[in-house]
């Protein structure tokens, strides 16, 4: 799950890990209070407006702004909510601004100005260990760094027993340039409690950028982004239950209240499986046959009628699909539920479904199947092998 840059800073905080002021607003109004309330606090003469929403590259693309006073903290955030925001992380569409984050300007300084890190902790599923990245040239362009010039990004890996070691974040700070004592001393502390809200909060991903260094030795994350487990959120039923539907996409929340393993993409041939693996061939064959999977959907092992229809309405939700195809290979899934899921779904929402629907039903009951989506009489195509399916969608495709 996603958390939103305020979100992360709450972790971090309670951590005792220092971040910039700021306060949650949702219209200009509400910004202007809050801007009062922080620029008293801070006694600085300017603030950041941030907008919030899951998706990296804000920076870019007007989502974080500089306000040095009170009407232009209005008129700003006026311009940022309310807009759809593009990204090199969003849809085409963008993500729509609910919320902005009017925050402190940490950068603002009467004395030198601070140094920029990046550093990220993450989860290397190659190696099952955490790793930490980091460079000395933190900020904006990160991600033009690590094409260019790979070799300014290091590597820290992380025993997952022993955890982080002192000599680690001694080698990390050596990395960085952090050679001063007092400064080391602070950096070492900051990372190990890092690491600590890392692990503690289950997270994937826990990334700073930039990560600052101010002229009183202090270390201050100014961008925070952390992604939880998923399947540890039980263990933090807080940020479960203040999951930011509004901020997912309506298709892939249905499907997680539905318990249904869904992710959109950015195609035109809908798929509705059963297991990852199949899921992944199937998505392959889909790119060899000229289309573009519109989605991963993963009915699993112990589907039933209604989760069957529950998938099959998701993917008709999406108006991007120009064909369905269905590949299921039964096991403990049987394949007659699935054609009775398929069938009901059509009577259910028959003036909805002007698409068409290749099937390929093999395993436990295939026969039974068969029968019944024949004796419906619905315009689906049963197809018998994986060969003669890709055929079909490929016809489909050209004709379309």
């Known amino acids: ?20 002021d700021g306060i949650l607003a949702s219209t200009p109004e509400e910004a202007i209070e809050a801007a009062k309330i922080i620029l008293k606090k801070t006694k600085k003469n300017s603030l950041v407006i941030k907008a919030q929403i899951h998706a990296g590259g804000r920076g870019k693309a007007g989502g974080i702004q500089i306000a040095k006073n009170l009407d232009e903290v209005y008129e700003k955030s006026k311009n940022i909510l309310g807009k759809f925001l593009i990204t090199p992380q ?8 609910r919320k902005i984050l009017i925050s402190e300007d940490v950068y603002f300084s009467e004395f030198s100005p601070p140094v920029e890190y ?20 933190g900020g904006i362009n990160i991600e033009d760094l690590s094409k260019k010039n790979p070799n300014k990004i290091y590597t820290e890996v992380i025993d997952p027993i022993l955890g982080l070691q002192l000599f680690q974040t001694r080698k990390i ?35 700073i950028n930039p990560l600052i260094r101010t002229f009183d030795k202090k270390f201050i994350p100014v961008d925070i982004k952390i992604i939880l487990d998923n399947n540890a959120l039980f263990r933090h039923k807080k940020y479960n239950m203040i999951c930011d539907k509004d901020d997912v996409d309506i298709i892939e929340s ?3 209240e539905a318990k249904l393993n869904f992710l959109k993409l950015e195609g035109n041939v809908g798929c509705m499986v059963n297991g990852a693996g199949l899921a992944m061939a199937t998505m392959d064959m889909i790119k060899f046959c000229g289309g573009v999977p519109a989605n991963f959907l993963d009915i699993g092992g112990s589907a039933d009628q209604k989760r069957v229809e529950k998938a099959f309405c998701l993917i008709l939700k999406d108006k991007s699909v120009k064909t369905i195809l269905i590949n299921i290979f039964g096991g403990i ?41 024949k004796k419906s009489s619905l315009p689906i195509y049963y197809t018998d092998s994986l060969k003669e399916s890709a055929d079909k969608i490929q016809k489909i495709l050209h004709d379309r």
């Open 1 to 20: 799950m996603n958390l939103h840059e305020y979100q992360g800073r709450e972790i971090l905080n309670s951590f005792s890990i220092q971040v910039p």
């Open 90 to 97: 969003t849809s085409k569409k963008g993500k729509l601004v």
């Open 118 to 137: 990046y550093l990220s902790i993450l989860l290397n599923r190659d190696i099952e260990k955490n790793i930490i990245l980091y460079s000395k040239e």
């Open 173 to 207: 700070g050596f990395n960085l340039g952090i050679h001063n004592n007092e400064f080391f001393k602070n950096f070492s502390i900051f990372l190990f409690s890092l690491y600590k809200a890392y692990i503690t909060y289950d997270a994937l991903l826990l990334e």
């Open 254 to 256: 249905e499907a997680i």
């Open 333 to 373: 899934v049987r394949c007659d539920t699935v054609a009775e899921g398929i069938i009901n779904s059509y009577f259910k929402i028959r003036k909805k479904i002007n698409i068409p629907v290749v099937v390929r039903l093999q395993g436990t009951n295939e026969k039974i199947a068969k029968k019944l989506i």
